[in-house]
């Protein structure tokens, strides 16, 4: 076989690039390509997610809101509670961004949810060996479990607004004020299955002691109620409507894992793991670990850190001891679910309003509207007096506090998406790692301290959170104004070159006195924005 060689490049080598070359280039990405069409299957992905949470949920805060009551002896439940969110606080750090490179978001979130079943089947054996290990499995499943969650409605919240052509920033947080209407909901399905069955059985009304509380008990509840002088006051169901609650709660499980595995699209579809993006890129393990603890070096983020510790102690305390010191112990247990199910239903509707009205009106008005809510009831509850002859105060108190809880969840989170879009992952770990804090805080005093020094706790913290969230707020907005500055002269400047194209020297001149770029942050257009490509056809 004959054939031409060509030896003047024997000896050449490939020219490698330069230490620090970065390739995540808009020319090298791969793009995501899709139809004005893919919105509506967006919005079908956003519903499975949300339904399958709410169905979870369902079980799960049920379960929690009991805790405190069916296995108050020797702090049992308050300690099984403590175990899942110090175990979360551990699994922020370690697991999420490494799970979720090597899983994905789709099967992070299936595996994640499984890790809840133990939890709920172990309340027909509470002891300390039992449920304390069951809930260290849900504490390590839960942060990977709530990051992909996040993950996945910010980045296809990104996508729809590329699609539709509408605000990033108010998309994602509209999808989590959507996410949050469900999750919401499963307050409301979880207290009356386990208000209805007790409600059915010896704790219903004329069965049971709490059903008649005496003048004397009712001066230890409310603000003044220790858990240290409260044996005799809260007595636990019969073992049969434990296990009736328990079976339902378990085949909620077992429902919310399937319907992720089955009608999920995996995010991929969206871009989660584009060739040559950012996103893509595989890193060991100590570096996604790295990332998160990065994350916490950003003024943001640590400015966010009051508020959003916040958060896991307020919902830590209407969900053990508003529902201890106040229901249980003026109402009866029987009462619990029915109480919290005006907490969840306001709190789901709430969610969703705010989600949608704040393209209207901003999120200031609807985070003073949160801080104004949660003062005037911590303040309130440090002087009420409970009393079974006055049920709907109850009923008052906790629908305005889930008012309140609907505020920080949406409106925070969305925050998060909208700060840090280019360290999604790494964020939402952090927000789920210091909301974790916040519950094993609340729950760590929560049987040595009595109710009234738990609400100035939570009055100093949140007072701490606002300066926090103020602070941020305000640096959010300056930076917004010099980028709107920025894009006015670049626009001046265009229209000055147009005019004077036929003048170069004239063009180079106002070029060269063009305005100072503003430092490029996480609250840019992360890269899977420019990769978006809409096609219509």
Same mark, same amino acid.
């Given at each position: 076989?004959?054939?031409?060689?060509?030896?003047?490049?024997?000896?050449?080598?490939?020219?490698?690039?330069?230490?620090?070359?970065?390739?995540?280039?808009?020319?090298?990405?791969?793009?995501?390509?899709?139809?004005?069409?893919?919105?509506?299957?967006?919005?079908?992905?956003?519903?499975?997610?949300?339904?399958?949470?709410?169905?979870?949920?369902?079980?799960?805060?049920?379960?929690?809101?009991?805790?405190?009551?069916?296995?108050?002896?020797?702090?049992?439940?308050?300690?099984?509670?403590?175990?899942?969110?110090?175990?979360?606080?551990? @699994?922020?750090?370690?697991?999420?961004?490494?799970?979720?490179?090597?899983?994905?978001?789709?099967?992070?979130?299936?595996?994640?949810?499984?890790?809840?079943?133990?939890?709920?089947?172990?309340?027909?054996?509470?002891?300390?060996?039992?449920?304390?290990?069951?809930?260290?499995?849900?504490?390590?499943?839960?942060?990977?479990?709530?990051? @992909?969650?996040?993950?996945?409605?910010?980045?296809?919240?990104?996508?729809?607004?590329?699609?539709?052509?509408?605000?990033?920033?108010?998309?994602?947080?509209?999808?989590?004020?959507?996410?949050?209407?469900?999750?919401?909901?499963?307050?409301?399905?979880?207290?009356?299955?386990?208000?209805?069955?007790?409600?059915?059985?010896?704790?219903?009304?004329?069965?049971? @002691?709490?059903?008649?509380?005496?003048?004397?008990?009712?001066?230890?509840?409310?603000?003044?109620?220790?858990?240290?002088?409260?044996?005799?006051?809260?007595?636990?169901?019969?073992?049969?409507?434990?296990?009736?609650?328990?079976?339902?709660?378990?085949?909620?499980?077992?429902?919310?894992?399937?319907?992720?595995?089955?009608?999920?699209?995996?995010?991929?579809?969206?871009?989660?793991?584009?060739?040559?993006?950012?996103?893509?890129?595989?890193?060991?393990?100590?570096?996604?670990?790295?990332?998160?603890?990065?994350?916490?070096?950003?003024?943001?983020?640590?400015?966010?850190?009051?508020?959003?510790?916040?958060? *896991?102690?307020?919902?830590?305390?209407?969900?053990?001891?508003?529902?201890?010191?106040?229901?249980?112990?003026?109402?009866?247990?029987?009462?619990? *679910?029915?109480?919290?199910?005006?907490?969840?239903?306001?709190?789901?509707?709430?969610?969703?309003?705010?989600?949608?009205?704040?393209?209207?009106?901003?999120?200031?008005?609807?985070?003073?509207?949160?801080?104004?809510?949660?003062?005037?009831?911590?303040?309130?509850?440090?002087?009420?007096?409970?009393?079974?002859?006055?049920?709907?105060?109850?009923?008052?108190?906790?629908?305005?506090?889930?008012?309140?809880?609907?505020?920080?969840?949406?409106?925070?989170?969305?925050?998060?998406?909208?700060?840090?879009?280019?360290?999604?992952?790494?964020?939402?770990?952090?927000?789920?790692?210091?909301?974790?804090?916040?519950?094993?805080?609340?729950?760590?005093?929560?049987?040595?301290?009595?109710?009234?020094?738990?609400?100035?706790?939570?009055?100093?913290?949140?007072?701490?959170?606002?300066?926090?969230?103020?602070?941020?707020?305000?640096?959010?907005?300056?930076?917004?104004?010099?980028?709107?500055?920025?894009?006015?002269?670049?626009?001046?400047?265009?229209?000055?070159?147009?005019?004077?194209?036929?003048?170069?020297?004239?063009?180079?001149?106002?070029?060269?006195?063009?305005?100072?770029?503003?430092?490029?942050?996480?609250?840019?257009?992360?890269?899977?924005?420019?990769?978006?490509?809409?096609?219509?056809?």
């Amino acid at each position: 076989m004959t054939g031409f060689s060509n030896g003047g490049f024997e000896n050449d080598e490939p020219v490698k690039p330069k230490a620090g070359f970065e390739p995540d280039t808009a020319s090298l990405r791969e793009k995501v390509i899709l139809n004005p069409g893919e919105k509506w299957r967006i919005l079908k992905n956003i519903s499975i997610i949300s339904f399958a949470f709410m169905v979870q949920f369902t079980a799960f805060q049920g379960t929690a809101n009991l805790q405190s009551s069916i296995n108050a002896e020797d702090g049992l439940g308050t300690v099984s509670l403590s175990a899942i969110y110090a175990a979360l606080v551990v @699994s922020c750090i370690f697991l999420p961004t490494l799970i979720i490179r090597k899983l994905t978001v789709k099967w992070t979130l299936v595996f994640s949810m499984l890790c809840y079943a133990p939890y709920i089947a172990f309340q027909l054996f509470p002891k300390f060996y039992t449920l304390v290990p069951a809930g260290i499995l849900v504490g390590l499943g839960a942060a990977p479990m709530w990051a @992909s969650k996040a993950t996945y409605l910010t980045q296809v919240g990104q996508v729809y607004a590329k699609i539709t052509e509408q605000a990033v920033d108010a998309i994602i947080v509209r999808f989590f004020g959507f996410f949050f209407l469900a999750w919401q909901t499963a307050e409301l399905w979880g207290n009356l299955i386990s208000s209805l069955v007790l409600s059915s059985g010896a704790h219903g009304s004329g069965g049971d @002691s709490n059903t008649t509380t005496s003048e004397d008990s009712l001066k230890h509840c409310g603000a003044n109620f220790c858990v240290q002088s409260s044996t005799g006051i809260l007595s636990r169901p019969p073992d049969n409507e434990i296990f009736e609650i328990s079976m339902i709660y378990l085949s909620c499980i077992i429902a919310a894992v399937a319907i992720i595995a089955i009608f999920l699209d995996p995010l991929k579809r969206y871009g989660e793991k584009r060739k040559g993006s950012q996103s893509a890129q595989e890193l060991s393990g100590m570096e996604l670990l790295s990332a998160t603890f990065r994350q916490m070096k950003k003024p943001n983020q640590q400015l966010l850190i009051p508020i959003t510790i916040f958060i *896991g102690m307020e919902q830590a305390f209407i969900g053990a001891d508003f529902t201890q010191a106040y229901v249980s112990c003026a109402l009866g247990i029987n009462q619990i *679910g029915f109480v919290m199910i005006c907490f969840g239903v306001v709190n789901a509707i709430c969610s969703i309003l705010f989600g949608s009205v704040m393209k209207y009106i901003g999120r200031l008005p609807i985070i003073i509207l949160g801080a104004v809510v949660h003062f005037t009831l911590i303040s309130i509850e440090l002087f009420w007096r409970p009393s079974p002859e006055n049920p709907l105060i109850f009923y008052a108190m906790s629908g305005l506090w889930g008012v309140g809880d609907a505020v920080w969840q949406t409106q925070i989170n969305g925050l998060y998406g909208l700060l840090f879009r280019r360290n999604k992952e790494a964020a939402f770990s952090n927000y789920r790692l210091w909301e974790s804090a916040g519950f094993v805080i609340a729950y760590a005093y929560a049987t040595t301290l009595c109710a009234r020094m738990k609400l100035y706790v939570l009055l100093a913290v949140l007072a701490l959170g606002c300066v926090g969230y103020t602070i941020v707020e305000i640096l959010y907005r300056r930076k917004q104004r010099k980028l709107k500055k920025q894009e006015k002269l670049e626009a001046a400047a265009k229209e000055k070159e147009a005019a004077a194209a036929e003048a170069a020297a004239a063009a180079a001149a106002a070029e060269a006195n063009g305005p100072t770029e503003v430092e490029e942050t996480d609250d840019e257009l992360d890269d899977l924005e420019e990769d978006i490509v809409v096609t219509h056809f």
